[in-house]
Nanobody, 125 residues
């Protein structure tokens, strides 16, 4: 069973920044960040595909940046200009199919093969 370990969550004020990290136990060409906000199910935030370009959900476009260090098997999510509505649990994930990395908004939890345990992000106004 593959393993993913997230870190970097915390509490910040609106307008602040956080950088999430996800260490994987293996090399994956397609990786994603999800989040679960209060009252909502898990939604795709961003995808990283080594053979393509990063994809972002409309809600975070221009504020979040996904990147990957293959040598370290570590996925990152740089979150800037944070808003209170960004508050939630953030999960690193490996989709079952690499084609899932073609869209972040279209990414659904059912398409995920491996989940991390999550890291909490809290943004206060």
């Amino acid at each position: 069973q593959a393993q993913l370990l997230e870190s970097g969550g915390g509490s910040v004020q609106a307008g602040g920044s956080l950088r999430l990290s996800c260490i994987a136990d293996a090399y994956y060409r397609c990786l994603a960040w999800f989040r679960r906000t209060p009252g909502q199910g898990r939604e795709g935030v961003a995808t990283f595909y080594t053979l393509g370009t990063p994809r972002y959900a409309d809600a975070v476009k221009g504020r979040f940046t996904i990147s990957n260090d293959g040598a370290k098997k570590t996925l990152y999510l740089q979150m800037d200009s944070l808003k209170p509505e960004d508050t939630g649990m953030y999960y690193c994930a490996v989709p079952t199919l690499e084609s899932a990395c073609s869209s972040a908004d279209g990414l659904v939890p059912q398409s995920i093969a491996v989940w991390g345990q999550g890291t909490q992000v809290t943004v206060s106004s």
